[in-house]
């Protein structure tokens, strides 16, 4: 009996135009869907690492910002640049709990503080208010990653912001590894907000 055919891996990428729709309707919905959304676009990380920050990540002096491995897909400590416009999204939020984004409900409650978990029913009433068809939250990560070779970025700087290096790096060699390219990271995603500011302005 012939096995099913196994899906084909998406490879949604969205265009520049439809990248200024999905921003500026976010912009119109707000925190905290809207902002995850823009945070998603802007650093390329992953919704599960984005919805789960704390405000413990966040290094405003070294403008960066450190998920402990326990927060990512590959169980790696991963730190990266936070650009200006990134900065000036989070830079409002309360900082009443740990979490950037927590649950609606805990705040309702008042009870202890979890993370954000409206996935599902927030998408929907943001495509209620989008018209780019068929995309998905991780299509957003893919569209860095695009945009971002499209502007010559080197892939090894490429894959230490969305943290695709293989391997296992421990000890010094992982202290000096992390912020040998902290610089290069910088410089692209300055380069990416200026083309997104440009994009959506």
């Given at each position: ?17 439809e990248i ?14 809207g902002t ?99 995309w998905t ?65």
């Open positions: 009996m012939a096995l099913p055919n196994r899906p084909a891996p998406r490879e949604r990428v969205l265009t520049d135009d200024a729709v999905v921003w500026r309707v976010a912009d119109s919905i707000g925190y905290p869907f995850i959304v823009k945070l998603c676009l802007l650093t390329g990380q992953r919704r599960s690492e984005i919805d789960r920050l704390q405000w413990d990540y966040i290094d405003p002096d070294a403008g960066s910002i450190t998920l402990p491995a326990a927060e990512t897909k590959n169980n790696r400590q991963h730190t990266f640049p936070l650009g200006a416009l990134a900065a000036s999204l989070i830079a409002p939020l309360d900082r009443a709990t740990p979490y950037l984004f927590p649950a609606r409900r805990d705040f309702r409650l008042g009870t202890t503080a979890t993370v954000y978990n409206s996935w599902a029913k927030d998408k929907r009433g943001f495509d209620q208010l989008c018209p780019i068809p068929r939250l991780h299509d957003l990560r893919r569209t860095f990653s695009t945009s971002l070779a499209g502007l010559n970025t080197p892939p090894n700087v490429l894959e230490k912001i969305l943290i695709h290096s293989a391997g296992t790096i421990s000890g010094v060699t992982a202290v000096y590894n992390r912020f040998q390219y902290l610089d290069e990271m910088r410089i692209t995603i300055e380069a990416w907000e200026t083309k997104l500011a440009r994009l959506v302005g």
